[in-house]
């Protein structure tokens, strides 16, 4: 008996112990920021190692081999947003490159799973480029302003051979959207751009969007008009006072995080040692001024470890200069590269627009463009643009949120609409620009590419949701010059895109009787031919079930997420399901059946299951809901 005893009493210390010791490392690992949104977004959980989705390395098994220590990558990438992965993704295409690819949160936590939602070739700015070009700026400085004019519009052909390439080869991941744009007069006053030809825009329209599809050698479907008496069967829920007609364009529109997701899965599909919550805490040097590698620290189990490499490229969106600081912070603060910006966009029921048009405001309040596009089942608005430092899963302010129920009520005929009526927003972080930018300018969607002379690191900062391939081939043509290996991504297609046709949805439907339509075809649109492997979760008791009335998503997806490096309950929540952002309610409602599958999947012990469950509902509220937050008010 007293056997017993002692080891009882031994047991009841060491436990004291571990949980001491567990406590300590998870305020270690998350006070290495001081930005309270990342700090929520990932918890030590120790996850057991399942196998990666089709084929590629789990993410258990990236650790190790990132963790090896034997050998110098080409390659070390920081940052696994869409440009992140996407430079990793062209790398590892290249041939013969080791690569590696680290991001400190959730592929898509940041910027990438908060953009409009569309992959569009630039109509805004071809725009601002003949706003530019025919104004003083033309007798002023006739060189610099033909010299701004090429450099817009070469974007804007860039834009449109990007678009292209996604629809063509992204099938799985993309589909147009027709998207119309009201005219309710036939001039304007003040006029888009502050240049008065545009005041004439209503007029122009046709041709401007028949130029438009030009730009893309007219692969995209042709744009047209549409006079009052048809658009009002069209578009039931447009204001017809004083319609004089619409134009209706076409771009491409996507859901963010999952093409993000797909990236960093290509990525790893093509030999990239990719992970997530893997947060790099430190650049180190060969002794002189060049850096030579990272340390960095898996979130998931606090483990530090370092990474040498023979390029390191700084991929961090609005928190490139945070990076920069790493390997040279009196630089990084003299001339900042990033010149952050917020924007909010907000969720509305569905029944405000049509299943398959947006709309365009040209010209809103305050000389912005403003979309609403259906999305997901739900309408989606936005976006403001406001100057404001970096930071993780920021709150709307209120205001905010107001002008844009007031902006979308100028065309749309929106019943009863109110604050009530939001199910859920978000705060994006835009960036662009730099200490160079002048007072006042817009935030810049173009992106830079430099090179530190001293330290070799490498940093890309601005862009497009649109561009992300474009701009991984030309950070990495800088980073290994022109000697090196070619860029081959312009024909590859994303995971889940191999496999992938038109009839796949019934093709699944044929096999799984218990999916109705809707399930069938939100899950190929989101996965692809990987679609199968989702659906072998299915066999699993209730696997076919929906997480939540109303939304497509099953628990099979849940436990597959699990294989493609989710690591906590926000990850499937905010990114592999939209709930998070589509209706916040649904998310509180879905947050403890996700906790149960993914406890289950990566063996949590209850303690994890609690803190993952508390993190992931406070990182839920940040996106908002019906009630406004103090804090936003």
């Not at 627009?353 to 259906?374: A, E, H, K, Q």
Request: charged residues 20%; proline residues 5%; positive net charge.
């Amino acid at each position: 008996m007293e056997n017993v005893n002692s080891f009882l009493v031994v047991a009841f210390f060491t436990a004291l112990v571990v949980i001491q010791q567990s406590s300590s490392e998870d305020e270690k690992v998350q006070c290495r920021s001081h930005d309270q949104g990342l700090q929520k977004a990932g918890l030590l959980s120790y996850p057991r190692e399942v196998p990666g989705a089709g084929g590629i390395p789990s993410r258990s098994e990236q650790l190790k081999r990132l963790q090896k220590n034997d050998h110098v990558y080409d390659v070390l990438v920081v940052g696994g947003g869409a440009t992140g992965a996407g430079i990793a993704l062209d790398a590892a295409t290249r041939g013969g490159l080791q690569v590696a690819c680290l991001e400190r949160g959730d592929f898509a936590s940041e910027t990438s799973s908060r953009s409009t939602k569309l992959i569009w070739a630039g109509i805004k700015y071809m725009g601002t480029a003949v706003a530019a070009l025919l104004s003083t700026k033309l007798i002023q400085n006739p060189p610099k302003a033909i010299n701004d004019f090429m450099g817009e519009m070469t974007m804007v052909l860039n834009c449109h051979r990007e678009r292209r390439y996604m629809m063509e080869k992204q099938e799985h991941l993309c589909s147009w959207l027709p998207i119309c744009v009201p005219f309710v007069s036939w001039t304007v006053f003040p006029p888009p751009f502050k240049h008065h030809l545009y005041g004439f825009f209503p007029i122009l329209s046709p041709l401007v969007m028949k130029f438009y599809d030009g730009l893309s050698s007219f692969s995209c479907p042709p744009s047209y008009i549409i006079g009052p008496s048809k658009m009002s069967t069209v578009f039931p829920q447009l204001r017809s006072e004083h319609l004089k007609y619409c134009s209706v364009f076409y771009e491409a529109v996507h859901n963010d995080s999952r093409t993000n997701i797909a990236i960093a899965l290509s990525a790893a599909d093509h030999g990239a040692h990719i992970c997530n919550y893997v947060e790099v805490v430190d650049l180190f040097t060969d002794g002189t001024k060049r850096v030579i590698g990272a340390k960095a620290v898996d979130r998931m189990t606090g483990k530090e470890f370092t990474i040498r490499a023979k390029k390191i490229i700084l991929a961090g969106g609005p928190f490139t200069d945070s990076l920069r600081q790493l390997e040279d912070k009196a630089t990084a603060t003299e001339k900042p590269a990033v010149r952050g910006a917020h924007g909010t966009h907000i969720i509305l029921p569905g029944k405000y627009l049509p299943p398959n048009m947006g709309l365009l405001d040209y010209n809103s309040s305050d000389g912005r463009f403003l979309f609403v596009i259906p999305w997901q089942g739900r309408t989606l608005v936005g976006t403001t643009d406001r100057k404001t430092p970096a930071e993780t899963s920021p709150k709307p302010p209120e205001e905010e949120i107001k002008w844009l129920l007031n902006e979308c009520q100028k065309y749309i005929y929106m019943k009863g609409v109110s604050r009530q009526c939001i199910f859920g927003m978000e705060r994006l972080a835009s960036f662009g620009g730099g200490s160079d930018a002048a007072p006042g300018a817009p935030v810049s969607r173009d992106h830079i590419i430099s090179e530190n002379p001293e330290t070799g690191v490498v940093f890309i900062a601005g862009g497009k949701w649109t561009t992300w391939r474009e701009m991984a081939q030309d950070v990495m043509d800088r980073a290994i010059g022109q000697h090196g290996p070619k860029c081959n991504t312009l024909e590859l297609k994303l995971f889940g895109g191999e496999g992938y046709s038109k009839d796949l949805t019934q093709h699944v439907m044929n096999k799984y009787t218990q999916l109705n339509e809707t399930t069938a075809q939100h899950l190929v649109r989101t996965y692809g031919s990987q679609v199968w492997e989702v659906c072998k979760f299915m066999t699993m008791k209730q696997g076919s079930e929906k997480l939540v009335a109303n939304f497509p998503y099953i628990r099979a997806e849940v436990a597959y997420a699990c294989r493609e490096y989710a690591c906590t309950v926000e990850d499937v929540l905010s990114r592999r399901t939209r709930l998070a952002f589509l209706d916040r309610d649904a998310a509180m409602e879905a947050l403890p059946v996700v906790a149960d599958i993914m406890a289950k999947e990566l063996k949590w012990s209850r303690s994890v299951k609690r803190r993952q469950m508390a993190s992931a509902k406070e990182y839920v509220l940040s996106y908002g809901g019906r009630t406004p937050d103090e804090e936003s008010s």
